[in-house]
Each structure stands twice: as structure tokens, then as C-alpha cells.
């Protein structure tokens, strides 16, 4: 008697457990993309777009796009809004696979890296520089940084391979699964 009294109480004790921790377990992910997923575009973006599931803070040095043949865009001054990361891009490179890598924190103070992987389908070449004899005057631009070449790519972490909904998901299983236990301890009993 007593040891069922035990295990139905550690039961208990799981399932509070397992329901307090369901919100923690819910991060924030990266929802879309502009250039999307796997897009092939015909010509590059002058920008680039993020939206996160949730409100976000840039790290340092949050975005970079690097292709073929060491190819690296310059990106300009990224901007956020909520959940939306913008960020003006100039692009030079050949025809191929280019990956976007970004680094975000969310509200709850994890961060996040992740990439976007698209493919541009026509060369870019550089801007042609001005001549001397045929550069009008013109006001100065922002200065605009450029991306550094990105490191080699790292194992994602594990919470970054599950999406949020898929902890969601298997906390109510175990919830579930310990309601029915508890169910059937209780009819046992009687």
C-alpha cells in the first residue's frame, strides 16, 4: 500500500514538473526568409528578411552570406523590429549555392545561429568603379561593413533540430501517459 501510495505521489511530482518546464522548452525559432529556403533566384536581393516566432536582439556581427569561390556579400547595417531582422545587401559573386548565416538572441535570453541555404542562378559582378574624369560629385553613403567570411559550419544544437511544437507535443504525451497510469492505479485501489 504504501509503495503505491509512493509511486503515485512521484508520479504527481513528474507531471508538475514536466508541465512547468513545457514553456521553457518552447524556443523561439527562425519562421521565414527572404530569399526563402532552397529559393533560386535570378537575381540577387538588395535585402534581406528574417521573422522570428518571437521578439529578438541582434548580436554582434548578425548576419553574413558567403557562396562559391570565397564569395562574400557585403551587408549593411541590420535593423530590428520585434521579431524582424532586416538588412540592406550588396552582392558579387558567380552562379551557385549561397548560405546566409544569422545570430539572433530571443526574449528569454537564448541565442540562436542558424543558415539559410539559396541559389543564385546568374553571376554578379562588382560594381564597376567610377572614373575620375566621370564621377560627379555626389553626398556620401553610409559606410556599409562587410561581412567577414563565415567559419566552418557547426553542429547545430539540439534544441535548434526539434522545432518548439515537437517538446510541446511530447510533454502532453507524458502527460497523458501519466494521467492514464494514475487512472488506472486508482481503479486498481478500489
Known sequence: MRFKR????????GLALAIAAAPAMAHSELKSSDPARG???ATPPTQIKLIFSGPVTLAADPIQITGPENASWTIGRAEVAGSVVTAPVQAVGPAGEYTLRYKVTFEDTHAASG????NLS??????A???SSSAA???????VSSATPAPQAQ???????????????LVVAVVLAGLVAALRLI???N
Open 187 to 189: 481503479r486498481r485501489k
Open 115 to 118: 543558415s539559410v541555404k539559396f
Open 6 to 13: 509512493f509511486g503515485a505521489s512521484l508520479l504527481v511530482v
Open 137 to 143: 560629385p555626389t553626398s556620401q553613403a553610409a559606410p
Open 155 to 169: 553542429e547545430p544544437a539540439v534544441d535548434e533540430l526539434l522545432p518548439g511544437w515537437v517538446w510541446i507535443l
Open 122 to 127: 546568374a553571376p554578379v559582378a562588382p560594381p
Open 129 to 131: 568603379p567610377l572614373s
Open 39 to 41: 529559393a533560386s533566384l
